[in-house]
């Protein structure tokens, strides 16, 4: 589910007393002050359905503000273009804006410009995961607030900490604070904002499994959106019912639910909800065992989000269409997704991975620049030192004894100072170091499971073609004879091993080495064997990727154990796994 923030501290005005051509009639004929009015409106009107003219409305608007000093005006609509940004997920550019929102309705005493400001931030630093950043946003509103006496103010800023915790996975948290704003919104019968709640908490309420009170604040949350006509909304509630419904095996009620949601975020142009919508149609369809309607959703849902590379989306649809074609017998498609699902997830990891290590080497970088700070200022206060030994030399011994004493423990301290950083540095190592081995240990199991799962398909498209050759004669029976070959040698191809041995050594850099001084004369196959034990491999997983049977595999094992010159009572699993 595409998560949904409060929307807190917009300075947006969402009435609209005029329509739009006739917006659009002032901003080319009226006066400046005018002009800047109806441009707000327009940009208010296009802020979701049509983002670019949003934002064509604000900057020329906010130009106009600027050339004619309505500092009123330029500051709301900064506000404006920092939300806006933050909505498109440009943070960092968001952040710089309603910085300077800030500092400009700071020094025209704007009060309420500074809230909406500073609300944003909060936003701004939530969406990025600078929780402690955005708690003393959050904290700087509710004290501004308080002196105000403003009831509403406080619960946007509840609402929000309720945000937070959510972002944090502190889900009791979050829904407590949903609770103390969705109180104070109803004392001043904003029932708006108190439906967005509801179906905020809905979702929590449902990964707490706590099926019924979702269901109940959805249901009391859409026909608030419905009486409004928030569309949006009205259809993300939808969509919770649909997922409770999948929940309660109410397949039908669920699949009604999840066409109405999918009309309306079509109407509004929602890319991700249209292809979130399609999965949960899919798994609708799945679950009736109506495997084409399925298809034909995740086939929708996969080219809606390969034009937008959402990597971690396409990892689990793919998965989805190769369970999909597996029900259907459809072998190839099958085959074809496997890998697709193995790339995006090797895609995911690795994104995951690089931003970690990114964060390890910034990390590092920084104890570098601060250890040099530290020297060069280490360096400076030596030379200062010295410059006085030098001017006062002549004073008295006492004296220089005493400079002496300190520049001895100052020169300690520093030292002490120094050891403690390289140490971090050495944790910072090798914790990248352990990172690496890791990341390393998941593309070899990777790689095997992948090796494992060809096995199986072309170890049953060989049987399906063998199946059929008995029952034809002639140049298709000769055809097929042909094919099974090919499949037979893709079974038996070295290119995964070799590719395998790589990734395995990565890891495991002297295990063949050492047994092989067990026993020289150990054969591919029984190399090839130890290596998958060592893995702590199944004797199931290691049928399917050698191509054997479960006997066999038993069987190579005894062999093994023999040429490694066991005695009776050792494990071959325990003492593979020791080397």
């Given at each position: 589910?595409k998560?949904?923030?409060?929307?807190?501290?917009?300075?947006?005005s969402?009435?609209?007393a005029?329509n739009i051509d006739s917006?659009?009639?002032?901003?080319r004929?009226?006066?400046?002050k005018?002009k800047?009015?109806a441009m707000?409106?327009l940009?208010?009107?296009?802020f979701?359905?049509k983002p670019d003219s949003?934002?064509?409305?604000?900057?020329?608007?906010?130009k106009?503000?600027?050339?004619?000093?309505y500092?009123k005006?330029?500051t709301?609509?900064m506000?404006?273009?920092?939300i806006f940004?933050?909505?498109?997920?440009n943070?960092?550019?968001?952040k710089?804006?309603?910085d300077?929102?800030?500092?400009?309705?700071t020094?025209n005493a704007d009060?309420?410009?500074?809230?909406?400001?500073?609300?944003?931030?909060g936003?701004n630093r939530?969406?990025v995961g600078?929780?402690?950043?955005?708690?003393?946003?959050?904290?700087r509103?509710?004290?501004?607030y308080?002196k105000?006496?403003n009831i509403?103010g406080?619960?946007?800023v509840?609402?929000?900490m309720?945000?937070?915790?959510?972002?944090?996975h502190?889900n009791d948290k979050a829904?407590e604070?949903?609770?103390r704003?969705?109180?104070k919104?109803?004392?001043?019968?904003?029932?708006v904002?108190s439906a967005?709640?509801?179906?905020?908490?809905?979702?929590?309420?449902i990964k707490?499994n706590?099926?019924e009170?979702a269901?109940?604040?959805?249901?009391n949350?859409?026909q608030?959106?419905q009486?409004?006509?928030?569309?949006?909304?009205a259809?993300?509630c939808?969509?919770g019912?649909?997922?409770i419904?999948?929940?309660?095996?109410r397949?039908?009620?669920a699949l009604?639910?999840?066409?109405?949601s999918l009309d309306?975020?079509?109407?509004?142009?929602?890319k991700?909800?249209?292809s979130?919508?399609?999965s949960y149609?899919?798994?609708?369809y799945?679950?009736?065992k109506?495997y084409?309607?399925?298809e034909?959703?995740?086939?929708?849902?996969y080219?809606l989000d390969s034009t937008?590379?959402v990597?971690?989306?396409?990892?689990s649809?793919s998965?989805n269409?190769?369970?999909?074609y597996?029900?259907?017998?459809d072998?190839?498609?099958?085959?074809?997704?496997?890998?697709?699902?193995?790339t995006?997830?090797?895609?995911?990891?690795n994104i995951?991975a690089n931003?970690?290590?990114?964060?390890?080497e910034a990390?590092?970088e920084t104890a570098?620049?601060?250890h040099?700070?530290?020297?060069?200022e280490?360096?400076?206060?030596?030379d200062?030192?010295?410059f006085r030994i030098?001017l006062?030399?002549?004073?008295?011994l006492i004296l220089?004894l005493?400079?002496?004493?300190?520049?001895i423990?100052?020169?300690?301290k520093k030292?002490?100072?120094i050891a403690?950083?390289?140490?971090?540095?050495?944790r910072?190592?090798?914790?990248?170091?352990s990172?690496q081995?890791?990341?390393?240990?998941?593309q070899l199991?990777?790689?095997?499971?992948n090796?494992?799962?060809?096995?199986?398909?072309?170890?049953?498209?060989?049987?399906?073609l063998?199946?059929?050759?008995?029952e034809?004669e002639?140049q298709t029976?000769t055809?097929?004879k042909?094919l099974k070959?090919e499949v037979h040698h893709?079974l038996?191809?070295e290119?995964?091993w070799d590719?395998?041995?790589v990734y395995?050594?990565?890891?495991?850099?002297e295990?063949?080495?050492?047994i092989?001084?067990i026993?020289?004369e150990l054969t591919q196959?029984?190399l090839r064997?130890?290596?998958?034990?060592?893995l702590n491999?199944t004797?199931k997983e290691?049928?399917s990727?050698?191509?054997?049977t479960?006997?066999?595999?038993?069987?190579a094992?005894y062999r093994?154990?023999?040429?490694?010159?066991?005695a009776?009572?050792i494990d071959?699993?325990?003492?593979i796994?020791s080397?």
């Amino acid at each position: 589910m595409k998560k949904m923030f409060l929307i807190l501290f917009l300075n947006l005005s969402l009435t609209y007393a005029q329509n739009i051509d006739s917006l659009k009639q002032i901003v080319r004929q009226a006066d400046n002050k005018s002009k800047v009015k109806a441009m707000i409106r327009l940009s208010n009107h296009y802020f979701y359905s049509k983002p670019d003219s949003a934002l064509f409305y604000i900057q020329k608007a906010l130009k106009l503000a600027r050339e004619q000093h309505y500092t009123k005006y330029e500051t709301k609509l900064m506000n404006s273009l920092g939300i806006f940004y933050n909505e498109q997920g440009n943070y960092k550019k968001a952040k710089e804006i309603l910085d300077q929102t800030y500092k400009l309705a700071t020094e025209n005493a704007d009060t309420l410009s500074m809230i909406s400001a500073l609300g944003n931030l909060g936003n701004n630093r939530l969406h990025v995961g600078k929780f402690d950043e955005a708690i003393n946003y959050y904290t700087r509103i509710a004290g501004m607030y308080k002196k105000l006496g403003n009831i509403k103010g406080m619960a946007k800023v509840y609402g929000a900490m309720g945000n937070m915790y959510r972002e944090m996975h502190k889900n009791d948290k979050a829904l407590e604070y949903y609770k103390r704003s969705q109180e104070k919104f109803l004392k001043v019968q904003d029932t708006v904002s108190s439906a967005i709640l509801m179906l905020n908490s809905s979702f929590i309420l449902i990964k707490m499994n706590k099926i019924e009170q979702a269901e109940h604040n959805l249901q009391n949350a859409y026909q608030i959106f419905q009486r409004k006509h928030i569309n949006l909304n009205a259809a993300k509630c939808l969509e919770g019912l649909a997922k409770i419904n999948i929940k309660k095996k109410r397949y039908d009620k669920a699949l009604r639910y999840s066409l109405q949601s999918l009309d309306i975020f079509k109407k509004v142009h929602s890319k991700t909800d249209m292809s979130l919508n399609y999965s949960y149609l899919a798994k609708i369809y799945i679950a009736k065992k109506d495997y084409k309607n399925a298809e034909k959703y995740l086939l929708m849902a996969y080219r809606l989000d390969s034009t937008e590379h959402v990597y971690n989306r396409l990892e689990s649809i793919s998965e989805n269409l190769k369970k999909v074609y597996d029900s259907m017998g459809d072998i190839t498609n099958a085959y074809r997704y496997a890998n697709k699902y193995v790339t995006y997830h090797d895609s995911v990891y690795n994104i995951q991975a690089n931003k970690k290590f990114a964060e390890l080497e910034a990390k590092y970088e920084t104890a570098e620049k601060q250890h040099q700070i530290e020297q060069l200022e280490s360096k400076r206060k030596l030379d200062k030192a010295h410059f006085r030994i030098l001017l006062i030399s002549g004073i008295s011994l006492i004296l220089l004894l005493l400079i002496g004493s300190y520049i001895i423990v100052q020169k300690r301290k520093k030292q002490k100072e120094i050891a403690e950083l390289e140490l971090e540095k050495s944790r910072i190592r090798s914790q990248s170091l352990s990172e690496q081995l890791e990341l390393k240990n998941k593309q070899l199991t990777t790689h095997a499971l992948n090796m494992m799962q060809k096995n199986q398909l072309l170890s049953a498209l060989g049987n399906n073609l063998a199946d059929i050759a008995r029952e034809v004669e002639g140049q298709t029976k000769t055809k097929l004879k042909k094919l099974k070959r090919e499949v037979h040698h893709l079974l038996n191809s070295e290119k995964d091993w070799d590719t395998f041995k790589v990734y395995f050594e990565q890891v495991n850099k002297e295990f063949l080495q050492k047994i092989k001084q067990i026993n020289p004369e150990l054969t591919q196959t029984d190399l090839r064997l130890a290596t998958l034990l060592k893995l702590n491999m199944t004797n199931k997983e290691i049928g399917s990727i050698l191509n054997i049977t479960h006997q066999s595999v038993r069987n190579a094992q005894y062999r093994l154990k023999n040429k490694l010159a066991l005695a009776g009572d050792i494990d071959l699993r325990d003492f593979i796994g020791s080397l």
